[in-house]
């Protein structure tokens, strides 16, 4: 390389960096400067630690910055939630949110130490999942027809398990219930696997879970899958039906993650991380570690992300207030 | 079985490929480390180091994160003999007996038997994952929520007389770990109980903090003052750690009783290794034809839960790889570090990622096998640590303690729940009420009444569904018979003291001793 051409490139490159620096304000133009820590407010191993985990690390590759997943769980995520919401917005505490903290919550807890929207910055939605209608292969039901029919001509036969009270799971359930006008015993344990067990074990007859906790039991052929309650088909399972497909008109649902930061966050450094986040959503490595366990990678606006939040809280808010379901 | 064989030859050649063994030796070492220090649980040393596993193959970062898991069990009896600490909640059994033998010159005898009831359970543990697994899995889905109930209920009667000294103090205690369990979200209303306005407290009160408070910490309190070392050996030679034959002998069976227990535990999800060690030493104790000598460092009482507790541990592995369910927190990250690596964790793991499978079996094996080679040497220097004199252990092992409870959830929530259970442990102590009844009513109240409930929610009310299945009636059976031949015998007992006695046979050994706790 020639001197003079030397000179050229350093002087495109002073250019370059004075661009940038006018382009962003002052107080995010060296961000990040520190590791950034992304609170997931369930225990590690859970499904929001499964998309929190990938998340962090390329998240982290991308900024050049460790962002490390801090494990804070508790009351439902609501212990998690608090801690951001109470934390300095200055980008170096982000959570990784759920259906559960930023949408149900709200109307499922009578006293919620925060405030989903009033004390977020909403940043970009990451993924979601369908909830899925399972059922033990020995129950005689082979699509959500068969259900229906089968819970009206014996009614009190059917038992549905879910990971407990006030999860997607148990809400999309009793909005089936409301929606067809059957009636489901509801059966709630302790998180997803005992309540997978017992579906296994032919204790339960059907459950509704996320589709990734039951995907790997449908693969295995233990566990007949019969709809997906999202709007399209999962990837991870192209020939099961949706919903609506199987002829219960509007119904949808679904499970979802997302990160937000404490209110108030500098819009630099909103950009900055929505555009980052967003790259990794779209990078080929995330999707193919997610979609195959039934997780679709969703990404969108912060704008986008609050309207979908809103949304989100209502419909959820009416299947709380619908099935009676009540945390103190 | 001819072909469990060659897929174990198989699974061999996995395990011993010199990148693989380094890293299931790491696994362990880390694991042996961390299982020593109080509280400091394998969950979170497995979640620290999962990163590290990202950009590692799938083989060698399992068999390193199994390894943290199993070899974690390996450190935890250390403290729960010789220091009457347990590391972790399941050991807290071991200090009932382990402790008195080392107040007796004999923890070295009582570390080495854990060793050897250690290696033998885990070995057994494998030799169910190789042969019986599907069975196995068979009979674990016939538990559903029936059966757990009559089987807990059973394990809380048999359990609840378990204390040595007065039975209405041991079922006070019961009672009040029964209360303790109530605390928290209740899984059917979604009523928070007894929280007192503490969010942290709607999920339970945690099962580590009330096991370092009323072992760990209550004890350290009621001796601030004592300035003496805890052994009374000077010198250790590695003979005295070697139990002699008869010794051997006498612990045999409890050993085979406990792993079996363990077995047993293994293949139901959601029972946790506490409750294991616990039903494992009652059982011990019922059986014994001496059980007055439990809590005066009889051999058995640390034999057998140590051997359940490792016999779980392997099995734990059962439904998790051949299930895809996790038994507990544990097994859950170490399926989500599959799902890391991309492989789906569930039913075909087994025949799709066979050198995975075979690989972890026959590095359970390797692993174990590394871990008595590391412990045994160690032995001596863990006795060291018995004439570090009190003033300096003190502090050091509160300090761990605090360290490693707030790891298990990130709060110091939990480290103030072991300051007050500490309190609460000294005064019941000091009043000579024994504590082990109180833990093992937290780890068992809740599953009695979740299982209950949700029996009673699946048959509508209906309460004759635990004598109409049959694994519930046989259990319900024996709860019967254990309640009627106990009155029985406190009849007999009561007519006998009506006429002249003759003295009583006093505790051997236990009478010099000071009144630890139980």
Redesign the interface.
């Known amino acids: 390389m020639n001197p003079s051409r030397r000179r050229l490139l350093g002087h495109l490159l002073v250019v370059a960096s004075c661009a940038i620096a006018v382009a962003t304000p002052a107080a995010s133009a060296d961000y990040p400067d520190k590791p950034i820590r992304l609170i997931v407010p369930f225990?590690?191993?859970?499904p929001t630690?499964?998309v929190a985990?990938?998340l962090a690390?390329f998240l982290g590759e991308r900024l050049k910055q460790q962002v490390i997943v801090?494990?804070?769980?508790?009351?439902?995520g609501?212990?998690g939630a608090?801690l951001v919401a109470k934390a300095p917005a200055d980008g170096y505490t982000l959570i990784m949110a759920t259906v559960g903290t930023h949408a149900i919550n709200k109307s499922?807890y009578k006293h919620l130490?925060y405030d989903p929207v009033k004390d977020f910055t909403p940043i970009s939605l990451v993924a979601a999942a369908p909830v899925a209608l399972v059922a033990n292969p020995k129950v005689p039901v082979s699509s959500v027809a068969d259900v229906i029919a089968l819970a009206k001509s014996k009614p009190?036969s059917l038992?549905f398990g879910s990971a407990?009270?006030?999860t997607p799971g148990h809400l999309t359930g009793e909005m089936f219930c409301a929606a067809t006008g059957v009636k489901l015993?509801h059966?709630?344990?302790?998180g997803s696997?005992?309540a997978?067990?017992?579906l296994?074990?032919?204790?339960?007859q059907l459950m509704f879970d996320p589709l990734q906790s039951v995907?790997?039991?449908v693969?295995?052929g233990?566990l007949k899958l019969l709809a997906v309650s999202s709007k399209t088909r999962s990837q991870a399972a192209p020939n099961v039906p949706t919903f609506a497909e199987a002829g219960v008109k509007d119904f949808e649902t679904t499970a979802w993650w997302g990160i937000f930061a404490p209110a108030k966050l500098p819009p630099g450094i909103v950009k900055r991380l929505d555009t980052e986040i967003n790259a990794v959503i779209a990078s080929k490595s995330f999707v193919?570690?997610l979609v195959?366990?039934g997780v679709t990678v969703m990404g969108d606006t912060p704008e986008e992300f609050a309207k979908f939040q809103q949304q989100e809280i209502a419909k959820w808010g009416k299947a709380v207030h619908d099935s009676g379901?009540?945390?103190? | 079985m001819h072909q469990a064989l060659v897929d174990l030859y198989y699974g061999f050649g996995v395990a011993l490929q010199p990148h693989n063994l380094m890293w299931s030796f790491f696994g362990v070492l880390v694991g042996n480390l961390i299982g020593v220090l109080p509280g400091m649980g394998a969950?979170s040393a497995?979640?620290i180091l999962?990163?590290l596993t990202?950009t590692m193959h799938a083989v060698p970062a399992f068999l390193m994160l199994a390894g943290i898991f199993y070899g974690s069990m390996y450190g935890g009896a250390i403290g729960a003999i010789l220091l009457n600490l347990p590391s972790h909640p399941p050991h807290a059994v071991t200090c009932l007996d382990g402790y008195p033998m080392t107040r007796q010159g004999k923890g070295g005898t009582a570390l080495g038997i854990t060793m050897i009831a250690s290696f033998f359970a885990a070995s057994f543990g494998i030799m169910v994952m190789i042969f019986a697994s599907p069975l196995l899995v068979k009979a674990?889905?016939?538990?559903?929520?029936t059966e757990i109930f009559s089987i807990m209920l059973l394990g809380l009667l048999a359990g609840g007389t378990m204390a040595r000294g007065s039975p209405i103090k041991g079922v006070a205690m019961t009672v009040v770990g029964l209360l303790i369990g109530v605390v928290g979200?209740d899984?059917?209303?979604?009523?928070?109980r007894f929280a007192f306005g503490f969010?942290?407290l709607?999920?339970r009160v945690e099962l580590v903090a009330l096991a370092l408070g009323l072992f760990g910490a209550a004890d350290f309190l009621r001796s601030v003052n004592r300035l003496e070392f805890i052994g009374t050996e000077t010198h250790v030679r590695l003979r005295d750690m070697r139990p002699s034959m008869a010794e051997l002998k006498q612990s045999f069976f409890p050993m085979l009783r406990g792993t079996l227990v363990g077995t047993l535990f293994g293949a139901m999800?959601?029972t946790g290794p506490t409750i294991t060690t616990f039903i494992a030493y009652a059982l011990e104790r019922r059986v014994s034809k001496t059980p007055q000598r439990f809590g005066h460092g009889a051999l058995e009482g640390v034999a057998s839960p140590e051997a359940a507790s490792h016999s779980k541990t392997q099995v734990d592995f059962i439904?998790t790889m051949s299930?895809?369910?996790?038994?507990d927190?544990v097994m859950?990250?170490?399926?989500?570090a599959l799902?890391?690596q991309?492989i789906?964790?569930?039913?075909?793991l087994i025949t799709d990622h066979a050198d995975l499978f075979w690989g972890l079996i026959a590095s359970f094996w390797i692993g174990n096998i590394l871990l008595v080679i590391l412990n045994v040497p160690l032995i001596g220097v863990w006795l060291k640590v018995l004439r570090v004199p009190y003033r300096m252990m003190f502090p050091c092992a509160m300090f761990f303690i605090a360290v490693g409870v707030y790891s298990t959830?990130?709060?110091l929530f939990e480290v103030n729940e072991v300051l007050v259970f500490g309190i609460v442990g000294a005064i019941l102590m000091a009043l000579d009420f024994p504590l082990a009844p109180i833990l093992l009513g937290y780890v068992l109240g809740p599953l009695v009444e979740?299982n209950f409930r949700?029996a009673l929610?699946?048959s509508?009310g209906n309460l004759g569904v635990f004598f109409q299945r049959p694994i519930s009636l046989a259990f319900m059976v024996l709860c019967i018979l254990l309640v009627v031949l106990q009155m029985f015998f406190a009849v007999r007992a009561a007519r006998r003291k009506r006429r002249p006695m003759r003295s009583e046979p006093a505790p051997a050994v236990g009478a010099t001793v000071p009144a630890t706790n139980d």
């Open positions: 225990p590690p191993g859970g630690d499964m985990r990938p690390q801090d494990n804070r769980g508790g009351a439902g609501s212990i608090e499922l130490a009190g038992n407990g009270n006030g015993g059966v709630p344990y302790k696997a005992p997978v067990a017992d296994l074990g032919g204790q339960t995907l790997p039991q693969r295995a233990r193919d570690l195959p366990q379901a009540s945390i103190d | 969950l497995i979640s999962l990163p990202y674990a889905l016939k538990f559903g929520p979200t899984v059917n209303s979604g009523t928070i969010p942290e709607s999920d999800p959601g439904p299930l895809g369910i996790p038994g927190a859950a990250l170490l399926l989500g799902m890391i991309g789906a964790p569930g039913p075909q959830n990130n709060s979740e949700r929610l699946l509508r």
